[in-house]
């Protein structure tokens, strides 16, 4: 059986930023306790960081990373030799294009909007025709490359992405754990503020984490979580929420910083504004808790209890 912990806590699911990580939640329980979810950077143990580090000094690509940044590196090495490439077969004289089906003299037209699935459709149909020469060269090298920066880049996704999957089972077992409510935007459309126009202005700024963070397998966990103790999830809108100030309820601009004010100079943490917003819904009692949530050891770097600002 499920014990209760009479706590009770408002949650805001978003990502912004931060040095260490991607702030994936904020998060205000009923004692005016309040905490930053955090996905960390940096994952992997201590010998699969020291191995990255040393491969990295001698100059290598790392076949494995531990760091969610090193992701768009492998992607920017992966674009730099498709623009090689495409150098490279810029400068192939019109003799070496004799015999080319017409499909891929067309394709060639346009070579600067090429991507990596346009060269191997190209290489495919000049082998399929026999033709031989320099360009076959250059394009069976780059796809030699290709292949072995693709596996790279999937081994990274597959082992960051199970790295992601633990911390948030953990953070979902640690929310119903300690809290028999929870409150969070039930229509909340991540799709739509990661790539609408005019949507939430500091999310936009991120939209490029939106899938390092991907809130819906978390949203998920947390659902599965609650329900497996029973424990009291609640949907609620609040839209535009966090753009009225809690202590003189004028309009607070829309901006792209964590940190904003209202007409009457007060100013604070937006997510902080809306996850208390959001448990304010709640209608429950001030709570007694003198202290935070426990925190256990293997979340520490997850779970952070934060001092209140001015709301």
Not at 179 to 186: I, M, P, Y
Not at 211 to 232: M, N, P
Not at 275 to 303: F, K, M, Y
Request: aromatic share 8%; proline share 3%; hydrophobic share 35%.
């Amino acid at each position: 059986m499920t014990t209760e912990t009479g706590r009770a806590a408002g949650l805001d699911l978003g990502w912004r930023v931060r040095e260490d990580g991607l702030r994936v939640g904020y998060l205000t329980d009923d004692s005016g306790h309040r905490y930053e979810l955090l996905l960390p950077f940096v994952f992997g143990n201590s010998n699969a960081r020291r191995r990255e580090r040393y491969e990295r000094e001698r100059g290598f690509t790392p076949w494995d990373t531990t760091d969610w940044r090193a992701l768009a590196e492998l992607q920017a090495a992966e674009d730099a030799l498709i623009e090689d490439c495409k150098a490279r077969l810029a400068l192939v004289e019109e003799a070496d294009r004799v015999g080319w089906p017409e499909a891929t003299r067309r394709r060639f037209t346009i070579l600067q909007k090429v991507r990596s699935a346009g060269l191997r459709r190209a290489f495919r149909e000049l082998s399929e025709a026999g033709v031989t020469g320099d360009t076959v060269q250059i394009l069976t090298e780059w796809q030699g490359k290709a292949d072995v920066m693709r596996k790279r880049i999937r081994v990274a996704q597959l082992k960051s992405a199970d790295k992601r999957r633990d911390s948030y089972r953990k953070l979902a077992d640690w929310l119903s754990r300690n809290f028999d409510q929870l409150v969070w935007e039930g229509d909340f459309n991540l799709k739509g503020l990661a790539e609408a126009p005019g949507g939430d202005y500091a999310r936009k700024n991120s939209r490029r984490y939106r899938f390092v963070a991907s809130l819906h397998t978390l949203r998920l966990y947390i659902e599965q979580s609650f329900a497996k103790r029973g424990r009291a999830l609640v949907n609620c809108g609040a839209a535009y929420s966090s753009r009225v100030c809690p202590q003189c309820g004028c309009r607070i601009e829309p901006s792209p910083g964590l940190l904003v004010e209202c007409e009457n100079g007060h100013r604070g943490d937006q997510d902080a504004l809306t996850s208390r917003l959001l448990l304010s819904t709640l209608g429950v009692q001030a709570g007694g808790a003198e202290t935070p949530a426990a925190i256990p050891r293997d979340l520490e770097r997850c779970v952070r209890v934060v001092e209140r600002n001015s709301w």
